[in-house]
């Protein structure tokens, strides 16, 4: 059977698992246990009662066991029961743990026979039990009966998955011998979970209610229908001996009786019945964990080394000592001073790699969004044409000019310098509101003292909001500044002789040649504009420079498919679409010609709006702007006028250029993140000192009061199982596994539409009894992961697990005719891609 050591391990695991428990499957350890499964009235029940002498389960026709019973067995001097939701309560009376049993089914689970995968514990000590560790699951049943779900049959193979999935797991799969074995539902459970038999033992019932003349010799033999680990056959009391209330113990001598006396099964008669069932899981048991001790023993010391630095300040905290709290608020501020100066300032600790976040964000907006902001203030040409002309026949009034009038050049310049406040708002709000978020980030950290958290936030929100109506008036100043004086002297303002020149086509080249052909940004974009039949919209890998936008075939940018220059290319805004997801930009030739192959615009998808301000603002870097309304010049009658319009045009261009320049070097320098960086570390605690609260201040939540003590108990437990697991001998002696058999009798089950689906989700996706999945959610996690050909889970019948999925009325005719002219694999392949690109569908399964 094994040294002390490992009979010592079966009540470990059961406290732990008590432990675990109450606090929660946070540790995500999967006790080793043994599972029963099987049909209604296969007698689980009463292989269970034989084991403990008693008669203690809930009987009743139809659906008895509705949640999962994990019974701890433990061999002790005394007779009682314990209850884990009825802490220090001990039943003596059985009779007493069946209603127990009943209530708590009946307070989670209502009177209407529904069913619920939340466990109940019950611990069991007794001196004529062997330590067990068994979960005692629902019946498999085919029809729903009174007001259960019609769905009831998938609720309960669903329950029974998320226990039998497990590799710490072994499966009792108990089957009635009066009925056909190959059919058996526990035994195709088992299989589709545990492929090679190694945790799956078979339990033959009911041996004696076989027809004359049969006998189930060749199974239990294992020669017929094999098994790795062979058959037990047992004989439970029938339903007349349990109505007149015949002893386990006189049944069990009865079923000792019947294996010595029947002619075909007295040869094994020694190694059937109950006492030799129980003895044979207690050590498949023990061998089990034995087997999993090495994996078990390293889970336990990751999760303990995880929870020893908190559990040891834990151990040492007092709430109401005055100094503690104290302590604990200067801890509380410099560490909230030192998360807000790295998520600002930056730093190599703990990288964000998901997103962008705190000063990553505010330098996105310096150097992308407000650039943009200032390129989208060129008026419309028309409208700013009209403006200069209307100017400079006002200014000369009724005599006619001889020459261009500074004056209007001035009045236009000063317009476009007042227009700056707008964007200069914007970007302060928008600085402003990064902050604020910035310091929630921070603060959330302080959960475990509400009312610090509250005040903390209140008191640097009300900074934010103080500095940031000072940065509004250094910037009114900015602008107010350029309007007082228009230097026209100016080393980089062009002046009234080089006005007639193309100045921007001049700094364009000018800033090519500077830049020569550096990247300025690459990423992925889909070309959003290319019809179906010559391959419709596909993503490629974008590299843009100072002088082509190129793309690849993906990111490792060997497959290059064309290149663009940016010569006389512009940007053009494209409306989102009403049922596309994608943010669209479009980019295009001021020449008229094709962009691209036989294509006038480029049209470029983009996942986000902050991608699509982000990929506008690299392009305007690289000197593409945005499409400017091409103008017919109104019919002059002056010549001179027209000349005169376009001479201050181009001056107000070489003007404005030098004040966005100017605005855009001024306005980081202007903004408020240093100050508040510095409140925070050096008035903060001042300003909560002077709240005179500061005892109150530092009372902790509900929940991280009950969160310490759970970090306690969960680190106690873990501990007292590391301790106990490490005396035990990895030398102890085993009962081999038996020898693989052909097990392909076993064929998964027709009728079962998810039993592939729910193994398939459980093996890739964590789950816990406590929270089951629906089987419409276990259909959407699954969809993504289905090989698309030759899958051996997919052999009931399509029409109506389509009928199961989803409603008729909901599905496009198109995944019809794919489930009635192709397979059901490539059904299902059609279905997981409808499901990608109708999102909606989804939901609604869901």
């Known amino acids: 059977m094994g040294n002390r050591g490992m009979e010592e391990l079966i009540p470990l695991v059961n406290r732990l698992q008590d432990a675990l428990s109450s606090v929660g499957e946070s540790c995500s350890l999967h006790l080793p246990q043994i599972a029963v499964v099987g049909g209604q009235s296969a007698g689980k029940s009463s292989v269970l009662e034989n084991f403990v002498g008693r008669d203690f389960l809930p009987r009743g026709s139809g659906i008895v066991t509705r949640r999962p019973l994990i019974l701890q067995l433990l061999s002790g ?6 209850f884990l939701h ?23 689970t209502g009177s209407n026979k529904g069913i619920s995968s939340v466990p109940i ?30 769905d009831i049959e998938y609720q309960i193979r669903d329950m029974i998955m998320q226990f039998i999935c497990k590799e710490n797991c072994l499966i009792l799969a108990v089957t009635p011998a009066n009925t056909d074995l190959a059919n058996s539902d526990a035994l195709k459970l088992a299989k589709d979970v545990d492929p090679q038999g190694q945790r799956t033992i078979g339990v033959i019932t009911k041996l004696d209610l076989m027809d004359k003349g049969t006998n189930a010799r060749e199974i239990l033999e294992n020669r017929l229908l094999p098994l790795r680990r062979g058959y037990i056959g047992v004989v439970n009391r029938s339903q007349k001996d349990i109505d007149g209330k015949k002893d386990i113990k006189a049944a069990l001598l009865a079923e000792q009786k019947f294996f010595l006396s029947h002619p075909a099964y007295k040869h094994m008669a020694e190694s059937m019945g109950t006492p030799y069932l129980q003895r044979t899981l207690n050590q498949q ?12 023993r390293s889970l336990l010391q990751s999760q303990l080394l995880s929870l020893n630095k908190e559990a040891e300040e834990y151990k040492q905290y007092s709430p109401d000592d005055p100094a503690r709290r104290t302590k604990t608020l200067l801890q509380s501020v410099q560490h909230l001073a030192a998360d807000f100066e790295k998520l600002i300032e930056g730093s190599g600790d703990k990288v964000d790699t998901v997103s962008l976040s705190g000063g990553a964000r505010i330098n996105r907006i310096f150097h992308s969004h407000f650039p943009y902001e200032l390129i989208k203030l060129e008026s419309d040409e028309r409208k700013l044409r009209r403006e200069i002309n209307y100017a400079i026949r006002n200014i000369h009034g009724v005599r006619t000019g001889l020459f261009t009038p500074d004056m209007a050049f001035q009045a236009i310049v000063k317009k476009q310098i007042s227009r700056l406040e707008g964007p200069c708002m914007k970007f302060v709000d928008m600085v402003s509101q990064e902050l604020v978020t910035t310091v929630h980030q921070c603060i959330r950290k302080l959960s475990s003292f509400p009312k610090l958290q509250d005040e903390t936030e209140r008191i640097v929100t009300t900074e934010i909001q103080q500095q940031e109506s000072k940065c509004r008036e250094q910037v009114m100043l900015l602008i107010d500044i350029q309007l007082a004086y228009i230097n026209t002297k100016h080393e980089d303002f062009i002046g009234f002789s080089n006005a007639q020149q193309g100045f921007n086509q001049i700094n364009k080249k000018i800033v090519a040649r500077m830049a020569g052909n550096q990247v300025i940004r690459k990423g992925w974009l889909t070309i959003s504009n290319i019809g179906f039949m010559k391959g419709g919209a596909k993503g490629y890998w974008f590299i843009l420079t100072a002088e082509s936008l190129s793309w690849f075939k993906d990111d490792e940018e060997k497959e290059k498919k064309y290149m663009l220059p940016l010569d006389n290319l512009k940007l ?65 009658t002056d010549p001179q006028l027209e000349r005169q319009v376009e001479t201050i045009r181009s001056l107000v261009d070489s003007y404005m250029s030098i004040i966005y320049k100017t605005i855009k070097d001024l306005m980081p320098k202007t903004i408020i993140p240093p100050t508040v960086k510095e409140f925070i570390s050096s008035e903060l605690l001042a300003q909560l000192y002077a709240l005179g609260e500061c005892s109150a201040l530092m009372d902790e939540s509900p929940e991280q009061q009950k969160y310490r003590e759970e970090v306690l108990r969960k680190h106690a437990a873990l501990k007292e199982a590391l301790a106990v697991v490490g005396k035990i001998s990895t030398s102890t002696c085993t009962t081999p596994m038996p020898p693989p058999v052909d097990s392909s009798w076993i064929q998964p089950s027709r009728d079962n539409r998810l039993s592939a689906l729910s193994s398939f989700h459980l093996s890739l996706c964590p789950s816990s009894p406590l929270f089951p999945l629906s089987p419409s959610m276990h259909l959407f996690y699954c969809l993504p992961q289905f090989p698309s050909c030759n899958n051996r889970y997919f052999p009931f019948s399509p029409f109506f697990f389509f009928l199961y999925i989803s409603p008729l009325s909901l599905v496009p005719p198109l995944l019809l005719a794919c489930l009635s002219f192709f397979s059901l694999p490539h059904f299902l392949c059609a279905l997981q891609w409808f499901f990608r690109f109708f999102p909606a569908y989804s939901l609604l399964l869901s």
Request: charged share 30%; proline share 4%; hydrophobic share 35%.
């Open 285 to 296: 048991l023990t061998n089990h964990i034995r087997d999993t001790l090495p994996a078990f």
């Open 121 to 150: 514990h019950l611990r069991i000590y007794s001196p004529h039990v062997l330590n067990l560790t068994l979960v005692d699951l629902p019946g498999i049943t085919k029809v729903p009966v009174g007001d259960q779900p019609a």
């Open 77 to 82: 001097n005394t007779e009682y029961g314990e």
């Open 86 to 108: 009825c802490k220090g309560k001990k039943f003596t009376d059985f009779d007493d743990i069946r209603k127990e049993i009943e209530a708590e089914t009946h307070r989670l």
């Open 572 to 636: 053009r805004d494209v409306e989102k679409g009403f049922m596309s997801s994608k943010f669209v930009f479009a980019i295009v030739n001021t020449e008229l010609r094709n962009v691209y192959k036989d294509y006038k615009s480029l049209e470029l998808a983009c996942n986000s709006q902050e991608e699509l301000d982000s990929w506008k603002a690299s392009l305007l870097q690289a000197g593409v702007y945005p499409e400017k309304v091409t103008v017919t010049l109104e019919n002059f």
